[in-house]
């Protein structure tokens, strides 16, 4: 069934075209882009099995987004053009053959782009690189195993571990994970939620109790008002479309909040109806606020303000008395700060104008049921995590939490990193659930809480932290400050990755590494007992399972679960009183447990059963109860303290192309935003462009500016002309990694200001593109 790999080329940023950015999303050419690659990728039969039976009752959980599934009837194809590409890219039948490795040496490997690198297929065996060497080796499992448990074992402490986890393993597998990593001795969890929506997750943990959206899929569909902010769902949620076409053809308004008019916030044609392709589309946003990167703060400060404002003019009408006098608290402390809110203050921040924001003052005061959903635009800026307080505040004045058709709504990202998380992926979990945990398997956890992403790089730069096990992702290209990130790595004695496909965390290494290969969700997982199905947990807390539909690439994978568990025995022995063996057999086995340990999660192997799944018990939405310690939910003062740009600077934020999933590049274009063949790009403002004296289509270095005077630079990037908000700029994820310094972190979060860089334009010391030779065959910018 496997195929060997056809060459494959890099691309030639020389080779880049600009057009126009789309005004609308996902008509025809969704329906005809996503069949394509399916079709030449893996033929008829492999696209039908898997595309069909994408988040089908019967089928697999797509993983491409945590975006939930209607909770009534289903299309047929429900899925999206992006989905597809995850799946295509997922299951090609395209293997890593095992001569491979002795052909490209390590330092080979190094060079090529992420594309390239993704492109050569599924890894189908476990492969060693000794001390030393230059090139991977196959080993067998057991080898594999022994090697690692060994080092794991010869540590001084279990703190010189960390156990990174990416948000696509399942529920079962992040359980065991934990178990497996607490019973090791340590909280060392880093995983990708702390440079995602760890913003959200403090915000609303600290205001309301919870982390997690408190809205249900037909909230979605029933709200008169719907809030999009710093989120792009045109690309990253696609099948959140439809949702916005059924709430507007309920009546509903939606407001976008973004620095650029992404396509997807604008119209939306359904590929899925007849008048979907030839007709206009569902124009979607109503409003549209072209913010500047950062200043949400201060436009929700705004808004609040002129609700308050409206209640003292016309007292008793405009607040939901009876909801704040029962369950807020902090009314008086919001009132007495936003007193003070400066309006010239907020048009500077925001580059908006008075009129807008009062506009969208009305549309909230007049709207009986709304939403505020968001995402990446807000939690990777400085101020993310007041932001989402503000978010809150903004809910709470008119009672927005806890009713139909209302609420706070973080759009997760990776199709499960919130089920880990729910799982005890977390390196600061609560003593209650490790009280659970340690009861449950007759063993003593840690409490000390452990590294988050940016502190485990700053321990594996000062040696304190020796080995890395990564679960899935691609830590390197993910984290901020790529040079910082790659040297630290470097310095490792054991790197471990548990991997579908290549990428370039496999090629930045310390003395030895391994990679583990391993099933992807579309495959049928065979086990002892039979084919074995897992859960994942969707950005609205529903649970349901996932099985797979096509049979493995190739013989001998093992699962997660498989994996970890035969980690786990090797190196805990009986350490802690969990059945390793009857785990891999049988996943119900860990679903007992997990029932046991995960609050919310009793009789999972039976609820999980259940035609939906089940929705997961959420205090705020489901009966106004908020777990803060006064019991009621918090209303907060945040400090504005807007971002200061100096003339002649703009404000970078990173951001990703329609055809790529976060590090994994499936190919050189962004269709809506008119990007052809590269992605060596920098868009900024045609009157910015001009005001800095260059013209569309010159080849700019792009310089971060910094406190730590380092220069960070992206060399021979393309200026496009684009109608972004002024004084702000945009280049692609992972690319722009080069320019986020490691110590810039959200204030609360710590996750990487990945929205925020300052930065400085000149003419490309270098000419064309690429810039040193190196990076020109890399495809990767230099860190300078
Ligand atoms: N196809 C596809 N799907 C994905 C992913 C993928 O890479 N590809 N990644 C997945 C993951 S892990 C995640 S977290 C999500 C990410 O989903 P998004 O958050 O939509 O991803 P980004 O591309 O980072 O886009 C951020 C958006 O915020 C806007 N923005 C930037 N700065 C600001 C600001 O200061 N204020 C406001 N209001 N807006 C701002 C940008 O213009 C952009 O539209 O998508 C998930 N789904
Ligand atoms: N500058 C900047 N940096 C960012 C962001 C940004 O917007 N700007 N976004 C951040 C965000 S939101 C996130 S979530 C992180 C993402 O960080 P990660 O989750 O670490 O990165 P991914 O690119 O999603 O990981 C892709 C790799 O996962 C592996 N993989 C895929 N499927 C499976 C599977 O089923 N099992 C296993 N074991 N492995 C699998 C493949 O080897 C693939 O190469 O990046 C963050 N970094
Ligand atoms: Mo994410």
Redesign the pocket.
Same mark, same amino acid.
């Given at each position: 069934m496997t195929r060997s790999n056809p060459p494959v080329e890099e691309a030639d940023e020389n080779d880049l075209e600009v057009g126009e950015p789309k005004a609308w999303a996902a008509g025809l050419p969704g329906v005809y882009h996503s069949m394509q690659p399916a079709l030449k990728h893996m033929g008829a039969e492999r696209s039908a099995r898997t595309l069909l039976r994408m988040n089908q009752k019967q089928g697999f959980d797509c993983m491409? $987004? +945590?975006w939930p599934d209607p909770s009534g009837e289903r299309s047929t194809f429900e899925y999206c053009e @992006?989905g597809a590409?995850?799946v295509t890219w997922e299951a090609t039948p395209v293997t890593v053959a095992s001569e491979f490795w002795a052909e490209h040496p390590i330092s080979e490997l190094r060079e090529r782009s992420e594309y390239w690198l993704g492109m050569q297929g599924r890894l189908t065996e476990p492969v060693y690189k000794a001390p030393g060497e230059d090139h991977y080796q196959p080993v067998s499992w057991d080898k594999a195993l022994t090697l690692i448990s060994e080092k794991l074992k010869s540590l001084a402490s279990p703190n010189e571990a960390a156990f990174y986890t990416s948000?696509r393993a399942s529920n079962e597998a992040a359980f065991i994970y934990q178990l497996f990593i607490r019973g090791f001795g340590t909280n060392n969890l880093p995983d $990708?939620s702390n440079m $995602? #929506?760890e913003s959200s997750g403090v915000a609303m943990g600290e205001t309301i109790g919870i982390g997690k959206a408190t809205v249900a899929y037909n909230d979605y569909l029933e709200c008169d008002l719907m809030i999009v %902010?710093?989120? @792009? /769902?045109g690309?990253? #949620? /696609?099948r959140m479309l439809s949702a916005m076409e059924k709430q507007k053809e309920n009546g509903g308004q939606i407001v976008a %909040? @973004?620095?650029?008019p992404?396509a997807g916030l604008r119209r939306f044609k359904n590929p899925q109806k007849p008048k979907g392709v030839l007709g206009r589309g569902t124009d979607l946003a109503d409003q549209f606020l072209q913010?500047? +990167?950062?200043?949400?703060m201060a436009l929700l400060q705004a808004i609040s303000k002129r609700v308050l404002e409206a209640e003292d003019q016309n007292p008793g009408s405009v607040l939901d008395h009876d909801f704040i006098a029962q369950h807020c608290e902090g009314l008086d402390t919001l009132r007495a700060h936003l007193a003070h809110l400066d309006e010239q203050t907020v048009l500077e921040a925001t580059g908006l104008r008075s009129d807008a924001i009062d506009e969208l003052a009305d549309r909230y005061i007049n709207a009986e049921k709304v939403i505020i959903t968001w995402?990446?635009?807000?939690t &990777? &800026?400085k101020n993310g995590v007041g932001t989402i307080k503000e978010i809150i505040n903004l809910l709470l004045l008119r009672g927005n939490i806890g009713r139909p058709g209302a609420g706070a709504s973080p759009?997760?990202?990776?199709s499960n990193?919130q089920g880990d998380r729910t799982m005890g992926v977390w390196e600061q979990m609560p003593p209650s659930f490790l009280d659970a945990l340690g009861k449950e398997f007759s063993f003593e956890p840690p409490r000390d809480h452990g590294v988050d992403s940016v502190a485990a790089v700053r321990g594996m730069r000062d040696g304190e932290i020796k080995f890395f096990l990564s679960l899935g992702g691609n830590f390197a290209g993910a984290m901020s400050d790529t040079a910082a990130t790659e040297a630290a790595m470097q310095n490792l004695e054991m790197n471990v990755q548990i991997s579908t496909k290549l990428n370039r965390s496999h090629t930045v290494l310390g003395e030895e590494a391994l990679i583990l290969p391993t099933l992807g969700r579309t495959e049928v997982d065979h086990r002892a007992t039979g084919p074995q199905f897992v859960s994942v947990e969707d950005t609205v807390c529903a649970v349901h399972s996932s099985q797979g539909t096509v049979e493995p690439v190739a013989p001998g994978l093992l699962s997660e679960v498989a994996i970890i568990s035969r980690l786990a025995h090797a190196t805990l022995g009986d350490r802690v009183a969990a059945d390793w063996q009857g785990f891999e057999d049988d996943y119900d086995r860990i679903r007992d447990h997990i029932s046991h340990v995960v609050p919310g999660c009793e009789n999972y192997n039976r609820r999980i059963r259940e035609k939906d799944g089940f929705l997961l018990a959420n205090g705020p939405r489901d009966s106004r109860t908020f777990n803060t310690p006064s019991g009621r939910a918090m209303m907060t003062a945040n400090e504005l303290d807007p971002m200061q740009c100096p003339p002649g600077r703009l404000i970078l &934020?990173?951001?990703?192309s #329609?055809d790529?999933? @976060?590090t994994t590049i499936y190919g050189y274009n962004d269709r809506y935003r008119g990007i052809k063949k590269g992605r060596h790009v920098v868009f900024v403002n045609p009157e910015d462009l001009a005001q800095l004296g260059f013209s569309d289509g010159d080849l700019l270095d792009v310089h971060g500016e910094y406190e730590d005077g380092k220069d960070r630079v992206l060399r021979s990037f393309r200026a496009v002309s684009y109608p972004?908000a002024r004084g702000c700029a945009?280049v692609y994820?992972p690319e722009g990694n080069v320019l986020v310094p490691l110590d810039d972190t959200v204030q609360g979060s710590n996750t990487p200001v990945?929205?925020?860089v300052i930065i400085r334009l000149e003419p490309a010391a270098d000419g064309p593109s690429g810039g040193s030779e190196e990076n020109s065959q890399r495809n990767m910018p230099a860190a300078v």
């Amino acid at each position: 069934m496997t195929r060997s790999n056809p060459p494959v080329e890099e691309a030639d940023e020389n080779d880049l075209e600009v057009g126009e950015p789309k005004a609308w999303a996902a008509g025809l050419p969704g329906v005809y882009h996503s069949m394509q690659p399916a079709l030449k990728h893996m033929g008829a039969e492999r696209s039908a099995r898997t595309l069909l039976r994408m988040n089908q009752k019967q089928g697999f959980d797509c993983m491409s $987004c +945590a975006w939930p599934d209607p909770s009534g009837e289903r299309s047929t194809f429900e899925y999206c053009e @992006n989905g597809a590409k995850a799946v295509t890219w997922e299951a090609t039948p395209v293997t890593v053959a095992s001569e491979f490795w002795a052909e490209h040496p390590i330092s080979e490997l190094r060079e090529r782009s992420e594309y390239w690198l993704g492109m050569q297929g599924r890894l189908t065996e476990p492969v060693y690189k000794a001390p030393g060497e230059d090139h991977y080796q196959p080993v067998s499992w057991d080898k594999a195993l022994t090697l690692i448990s060994e080092k794991l074992k010869s540590l001084a402490s279990p703190n010189e571990a960390a156990f990174y986890t990416s948000g696509r393993a399942s529920n079962e597998a992040a359980f065991i994970y934990q178990l497996f990593i607490r019973g090791f001795g340590t909280n060392n969890l880093p995983d $990708c939620s702390n440079m $995602c #929506h760890e913003s959200s997750g403090v915000a609303m943990g600290e205001t309301i109790g919870i982390g997690k959206a408190t809205v249900a899929y037909n909230d979605y569909l029933e709200c008169d008002l719907m809030i999009v %902010i710093g989120q @792009n /769902p045109g690309t990253n #949620h /696609p099948r959140m479309l439809s949702a916005m076409e059924k709430q507007k053809e309920n009546g509903g308004q939606i407001v976008a %909040i @973004n620095p650029l008019p992404e396509a997807g916030l604008r119209r939306f044609k359904n590929p899925q109806k007849p008048k979907g392709v030839l007709g206009r589309g569902t124009d979607l946003a109503d409003q549209f606020l072209q913010i500047r +990167a950062g200043g949400d703060m201060a436009l929700l400060q705004a808004i609040s303000k002129r609700v308050l404002e409206a209640e003292d003019q016309n007292p008793g009408s405009v607040l939901d008395h009876d909801f704040i006098a029962q369950h807020c608290e902090g009314l008086d402390t919001l009132r007495a700060h936003l007193a003070h809110l400066d309006e010239q203050t907020v048009l500077e921040a925001t580059g908006l104008r008075s009129d807008a924001i009062d506009e969208l003052a009305d549309r909230y005061i007049n709207a009986e049921k709304v939403i505020i959903t968001w995402a990446m635009g807000v939690t &990777q &800026q400085k101020n993310g995590v007041g932001t989402i307080k503000e978010i809150i505040n903004l809910l709470l004045l008119r009672g927005n939490i806890g009713r139909p058709g209302a609420g706070a709504s973080p759009i997760r990202g990776h199709s499960n990193v919130q089920g880990d998380r729910t799982m005890g992926v977390w390196e600061q979990m609560p003593p209650s659930f490790l009280d659970a945990l340690g009861k449950e398997f007759s063993f003593e956890p840690p409490r000390d809480h452990g590294v988050d992403s940016v502190a485990a790089v700053r321990g594996m730069r000062d040696g304190e932290i020796k080995f890395f096990l990564s679960l899935g992702g691609n830590f390197a290209g993910a984290m901020s400050d790529t040079a910082a990130t790659e040297a630290a790595m470097q310095n490792l004695e054991m790197n471990v990755q548990i991997s579908t496909k290549l990428n370039r965390s496999h090629t930045v290494l310390g003395e030895e590494a391994l990679i583990l290969p391993t099933l992807g969700r579309t495959e049928v997982d065979h086990r002892a007992t039979g084919p074995q199905f897992v859960s994942v947990e969707d950005t609205v807390c529903a649970v349901h399972s996932s099985q797979g539909t096509v049979e493995p690439v190739a013989p001998g994978l093992l699962s997660e679960v498989a994996i970890i568990s035969r980690l786990a025995h090797a190196t805990l022995g009986d350490r802690v009183a969990a059945d390793w063996q009857g785990f891999e057999d049988d996943y119900d086995r860990i679903r007992d447990h997990i029932s046991h340990v995960v609050p919310g999660c009793e009789n999972y192997n039976r609820r999980i059963r259940e035609k939906d799944g089940f929705l997961l018990a959420n205090g705020p939405r489901d009966s106004r109860t908020f777990n803060t310690p006064s019991g009621r939910a918090m209303m907060t003062a945040n400090e504005l303290d807007p971002m200061q740009c100096p003339p002649g600077r703009l404000i970078l &934020q990173t951001l990703r192309s #329609h055809d790529q999933f @976060n590090t994994t590049i499936y190919g050189y274009n962004d269709r809506y935003r008119g990007i052809k063949k590269g992605r060596h790009v920098v868009f900024v403002n045609p009157e910015d462009l001009a005001q800095l004296g260059f013209s569309d289509g010159d080849l700019l270095d792009v310089h971060g500016e910094y406190e730590d005077g380092k220069d960070r630079v992206l060399r021979s990037f393309r200026a496009v002309s684009y109608p972004t908000a002024r004084g702000c700029a945009a280049v692609y994820y992972p690319e722009g990694n080069v320019l986020v310094p490691l110590d810039d972190t959200v204030q609360g979060s710590n996750t990487p200001v990945s929205k925020g860089v300052i930065i400085r334009l000149e003419p490309a010391a270098d000419g064309p593109s690429g810039g040193s030779e190196e990076n020109s065959q890399r495809n990767m910018p230099a860190a300078v």
